[in-house]
């Protein structure tokens, strides 16, 4: 089956430092990616719909210039959280998808903490 | 616009018991549907997916869900539920030519012993 990998699978960073979250699709070319953000027993929030080559589509309240997304290649994504905030604190989810009637494959997310 | 419902924030069932999760779609097109699996901090994993195929799709884990047009349903079923199944559970929706994937709120299944 299609596998995405994503690093590093949790961080402690200190506020107003950067962190950069990679997500890679291992055995297949990711078409798009998505980047979600889950809040604890929460559902999924999508942050941004990324292609290969273009600027990210950003969802709406979703500051662009702090989470900065890189999709450099068709295999790999990048998530920068900038000048991060404890309120930035949360579980970041990737996924990739091939073709149009093909399932999200996810990552298995990213905990990030601020302090 | 597209929209997914669950009906039941929890849902506990003993081990053995017949396994239901309920999720109603909104949806102008014909969608493609998903249910989604999810372990504690972890990423999410696909249990089954609907695609304008059959109606009554298996998927992993002994799951199935039944496309019902007509209810504008995909509720997700067990016959016999294990411990191991204990977990949360994602109802997605996303219209055919296109990407963007909508979930639902989640169901926390428990099992019983």
Redesign the interface.
Known sequence: GAV?S?HPSWVICKSGTSVKIECRSLDFQA??M?WYRQFP????M?MA?SNEGSKATYEQGVEKDKFLINHASLTLSTLTVTSAHPEDSS?Y?C?G?QE??S???????T?LTVT | AQSVTQLGSHVSVSEGALVLLRCNYSSSVPP?L?W?VQYP??????LL?Y??AATLVKGINGFEAEFKKSETSFHLTKPSAHMSDAAEY?C?VRH??G????????T?LFVKA
């Open positions: 995405v994503q078409t798009t998505f027993k929460q559902s999924l999508l719909t579980f989810i996924s998808v149009d009637n399932p999200l494959h996810f990552g298995n997310g905990r | 493609y998903f989604y901090n972890q990423g999410l994993q696909l997916k695609t304008s994602f997605a055919t030519g990407f963007k994937t909508i979930f639902g709120a989640g926390r």
